[in-house]
């Protein structure tokens, strides 16, 4: 396992319960007078009627969304604030990340409705609360309708104790800290090091703006937090050279990039037919393999197991193929092949998750200079410095 030195940074500190007062008075401000409304993701979303899926084993996402922030929501929070509405809806799961959200769902009176019309015209803070990301078309939701809101989806228990039980404020502004210290690049390496072989990443950035998920949606203006936020990333123009990634299967490619696209794949480790399926897709659709994102965590965080808050762990990198236009990218879904491809896919690389693959280093080209911002997974002191600046 690799080691992670944060012993000379100060993190923000974690509240000791989850308390969803705090969490939408900090991220949404201003909250008084909004009328809110939570949506969730289930197989049959007609299952949304009664909060029948209560009932279920399954779901254990859409529980918390009803347990934690609905219900408490109705008890207190709405009244504190003078919020209105309160409602649940409910939409087929769309399964994968990012993808198209259906124009149809259901609201807990087992109304089939529509979502445009239903919700994203009448509402002005919408808490998406999903098995799967739905930041991007929220976000394009979100600008043409008028609405602020949030996306946290795969939540578990060690995902609300510490990534959601954080003062955002203090998140927001190290993750500015971050931002400036890294924006407009020429380009980042990154160096990945599997089996004592090392391969390098070459992102070209072209002198652009840093961005960041700082989980502020301050303001009137339309917007979407995506919870738990925290990294600063770039939409690459380009990118060359080769990197591993690990398949849900455990298996492990090493995907070769010329044009910043993914172009051929090899078999690392496991299972031959999966690098093959991979390939096929790949072949028929290459616009999934085109690098969407550039993108570094800026949170000292527990590992969760589930990448919506691990990504954003300090000393984290992450890359991701497909959609990027939630980014300010230029894919759009309809550039695909098939619709079902048109997700975007970050590919994490955590000590927790990805053991067999060590990150010996990210550097930055900037202004004539090269800094080094990870070593071995840990914040390097160019990143320290900023941090404690």
């Not at 959200?101 to 919700?119: C, I, R, T």
């Not at 299967?249 to 999966?274: A, E, F, H, M, Y």
């Not at 527990?302 to 236009?325: C, F, N």
């Amino acid at each position: 396992m690799h080691s992670v030195d944060y012993s000379n940074i100060t993190a923000p500190n974690i509240r000791e319960t989850f308390d969803v007062d705090f969490l939408l008075s900090t991220v949404f401000d201003p909250l008084k007078g909004l009328k809110v409304c939570i949506m969730i993701d289930l197989e049959d979303p007609s299952m949304v009627k009664d909060f029948a899926f209560l009932n279920r084993h399954e779901y254990p996402v859409q529980k918390k969304a009803y347990n934690l922030f609905y219900t408490p929501l109705h008890e207190s929070v709405m009244k504190k604030y003078d919020l209105t509405g309160g409602e649940m809806f409910a939409y087929k799961t769309t399964g994968g990340s990012n993808l198209d959200l259906p124009d149809e769902g259901y609201d807990s009176n087992g109304n089939k409705v529509n979502l445009a019309e239903a919700v994203y015209k009448v509402y002005d803070l919408v808490l998406c609360i999903s098995t799967h990301s739905a930041t991007a078309p929220l976000t394009a939701h979100a600008k043409n309708y008028g609405f602020r809101g949030a996306t946290l989806h795969g939540l578990n228990d060690v995902i609300m104790s510490s990534g959601l039980s954080v003062d955002y404020r203090e998140v927001s502004a190290n993750a500015e800290k971050l931002r400036l210290g890294v924006t407009k690049a020429d380009w980042v390496e990154i160096d990945f090091v599997i089996n004592e072989d090392k391969h390098t990443l070459k992102l070209i950035l072209e002198n652009q703006e840093a961005q960041k998920s700082h989980g502020l949606c301050h303001g009137t203006q339309p917007d979407v937090a995506n919870l738990p936020a925290g990294e600063v990333y770039f939409v690459p123009h380009g990118a060359e050279g080769a990197f591993p990634m690990r398949h849900e299967d455990g298996t492990l490619g090493l995907n070769v990039v010329q044009g910043g696209r993914v172009v051929d794949v090899s078999l690392i480790k496991g299972n031959p037919n999966t690098i093959e399926s991979y390939k096929d897709k790949l072949a028929s659709d290459p616009i999934c393999g085109e690098i969407g994102e550039l993108g570094m965590g800026t949170q000292i965080l527990p590992y969760s197991g589930a990448d919506i808050q691990d990504e954003k762990v300090l000393g984290t990198v992450h890359v991701a193929t497909g959609r990027s236009d939630h980014l300010g990218g230029h894919l759009t879904p309809d550039k695909f092949a098939e619709a079902g491809n048109a997700s975007h896919d970050d590919i994490l690389f955590h000590p927790d998750k990805t053991p067999e693959i060590l990150i010996s280093e990210v550097r930055m080209k900037r202004n004539e200079q090269t800094e080094v911002l990870i070593e071995n997974y840990s914040p390097a002191a160019y990143f320290v410095k900023l941090l404690n600046g």
